[in-house]
């Protein structure tokens, strides 16, 4: 298993054709199983494009940016694994994030309820970008957009749109995710005695929506929820910083570099100011 997850010094064909089999298989299916169960239910429509870049406080935009970064990361591993070059990891590899969340766009786009979302091609593009922009300029990855999820209470009142179990609502509950840029303080300092794993964190997150727009709360809510921003500020680590010689164990670390971990935080809020929390997720 360490020999077999340990990356190629040279270009292996073998390898590089099963990641190319492998991404095809996989992102035609997930594109395929999408769409019965997700748009099957809804009329088709002619290709067109909405504007929902005010809706639930831009947290959706955020979510696009951390899913396009890490397709495209976790495509580029794929590729150093085979012993591509760093070219062909950064084209190729790094472009299958927004290459698949534009293809969900032109899914989108030829749905009657929903619609191609200029905003969310930006932020894929933006994401990818992120990427690709600190490969070329560092040679390596100094600030990594993170996740971080808790329930909410409004879950219940539109289960249908918010999600009825955590699993839904972990994808479809804005109020409760939280996007973050964890940056590695090490990066910026080599000579420094920080610590190479010690990150500072960036978070933000949205409060009070029932609705996209905020439209109609008060129809599902007894009294009227204000609608909030959250800023944060955290500390963090980048497991991929950790040494270790096993390769398993690094692949385990990439993975759950996704995530950020549960830390002392500060949040600031325009209607409630700033409040701390001994420990935030």
């Known amino acids: 298993m360490e020999g077999f997850l340990k990356p190629s010094d040279t270009l292996n064909k073998t390898r590089k054709s099963t990641v190319i089999a492998v ?22 429509s002619a290709f067109h494009f909405i504007n929902d870049n005010a809706e639930w406080l831009q947290v959706d935009k955020a979510g696009h940016i951390y899913s396009s970064y890490h397709l495209g990361r976790l495509g580029a591993e794929m590729l150093e694994w085979s012993g591509a070059t760093e070219k062909d990891q950064l084209i190729y590899g790094s472009g299958m994030g927004f290459a698949f969340l534009t293809a969900v766009e032109v899914l989108d786009g030829f749905s009657s309820e929903w619609g191609a979302s200029t905003g969310d091609i930006i932020a894929n593009a933006s994401g990818t970008a992120l990427y690709v922009s600190q490969e070329l300029l560092w040679k390596e990855q100094r600030i990594t957009p993170k996740f971080s999820f808790h329930t909410t209470q409004y879950a219940q ?22 996007y973050w840029l964890s940056v590695n303080l090490h990066s910026f300092s080599k000579g420094s005695k920080i610590p190479k794993w010690l990150n500072l964190a960036i978070g933000y997150g949205a409060d009070g ?33 950790i040494d270790t010689k096993f390769p398993f164990l690094k692949t385990i670390f990439s993975v759950l570099n ?24």
Do not use: C
């Not at 991404?23 to 099957?40: D, F, K, P, R, S």
């Not at 289960?159 to 409760?176: H, M, R, T």
């Not at 002392?264 to 209607?271: A, D, G, K």
């Open 209 to 241: 929506m029932i609705t996209g727009r905020g439209i109609n709360n008060e129809l599902f809510l007894m009294s009227k929820m204000e609608r909030s921003r959250r800023f944060y500020l955290s500390l963090d680590v980048d497991l991929t910083k």
């Open 23 to 44: 991404e095809a298989i996989v992102g035609t299916g997930a594109l395929v199983g999408l769409n019965q169960l997700w748009y099957a239910d809804y009329p088709r």
């Open 258 to 281: 996704t995530l950020k971990i549960p830390a002392p935080t500060i949040e600031y809020s325009h209607h409630e100011g700033f409040k701390g929390h001994i420990s935030y997720f």
């Open 157 to 178: 009142y539109r289960p249908n749109v918010l999600g009825s179990s955590f699993a839904e609502q972990i994808l479809k509950d804005y109020n409760g995710q939280t």
